[in-house]
């Protein structure tokens, strides 16, 4: 009977211990994700990437960011691109011990995006996303070359980095900044449409965060460009077939144009793009 009493009593300070460890990293895990965010950010984006704050609930099973901001590539006048207020994610506690992060819901609030260049050209957002691109590509080659199809891992090998699965992200109340050149040289300020992005990573690899943030940015941009050519000189009601052609281009991959497209663009426009 003693010896029992002597482990149950172990195991309850064992039991207390654990609870203070849980307890004590919970209070610093903000401090641990943003002090990441801050290193991982810039090596995606090859932009700088603060924030303010970020609170995360073991327990409760969510997480939120406040003002977090994403720099401009060099070249750019703006000290920032992306500007986001407000972060809420909820999710499932128990996938954080997981290889797969099972996050339910992702609410990106107040938005502000900073626009310079020509949206049909050489701009700041299209810019990072053609960093972004080179680091999945490039990462998406490191992970062919060393794992190739059917090869057995070999003993010891890294353990796999964790994925993601986002059932539902929303990001809302979103304004954009633009400074435009090669368009009609102005500034504008507009509002654009909600973005809503559901079941992301949900097979069974699930969605990395570089290729998350891929997907997230991807969508910026290529909403913004479509809001900014639609009101910009009411260019969505003017164009010509050419010009709708090389537009849609634009929007699909959210890159740059051949000049022989943005000559129809301007061809279509009736001159209203500046050279």
Do not use: C
């Not at 190739?148 to 986002?166: F, H, N, R």
């Amino acid at each position: 009977m003693k010896k029992i009493k002597i482990i149950l009593g172990i195991l309850v300070v064992l039991l207390v211990l654990f609870v203070v460890a849980v307890l004590i990293v919970g209070a610093h895990l903000g401090d641990i994700v943003k002090a990441g965010m801050e290193v991982a950010g810039p090596k995606v984006t090859q932009t700088t990437l603060t924030v303010d704050a970020v609170n995360i609930s073991l327990l409760g099973g969510s997480a939120g960011v406040k003002n977090l901001v994403l720099g401009n590539p060099d070249g750019y006048k703006a000290p920032q691109s992306l500007v986001l207020s407000n972060a809420a994610v909820s999710l499932v506690p128990g996938s954080v011990l997981s290889d797969k992060i099972v996050i339910r819901s992702v609410e990106l609030r107040g938005l502000e995006v900073t626009f310079e260049g020509n949206p049909l050209g050489d701009n700041n957002l299209t810019k990072i996303m053609a960093n972004v691109n080179s680091v999945t590509s490039s990462r998406a080659s490191s992970a062919n070359a060393s794992s190739p199809t059917g090869a057995a891992q070999p003993a010891g090998s890294a353990k796999p980095a964790k994925t993601l699965e986002v059932d539902d992200l929303v990001i809302s109340d979103v304004v954009v900044h633009a400074t435009l050149t090669g368009l009609v040289n102005k500034d504008i300020t507009l509002p654009i449409p909600d973005i809503h992005l559901s079941a992301l990573g949900t097979g069974p690899a699930g969605i990395t965060p570089a290729d998350l943030t891929q997907k997230v940015l991807g969508e910026i941009t290529t909403d913004t460009i479509k809001s900014l050519l639609t009101s910009a000189s009411g260019l969505g009601k003017d164009l010509t077939g050419g010009a709708k052609d090389a537009i849609n281009g634009v929007m699909q991959n959210a890159g740059g144009i051949s000049s022989n497209s943005l000559d129809q663009v301007k061809k279509g426009l009736g001159g209203l793009f500046g050279k």
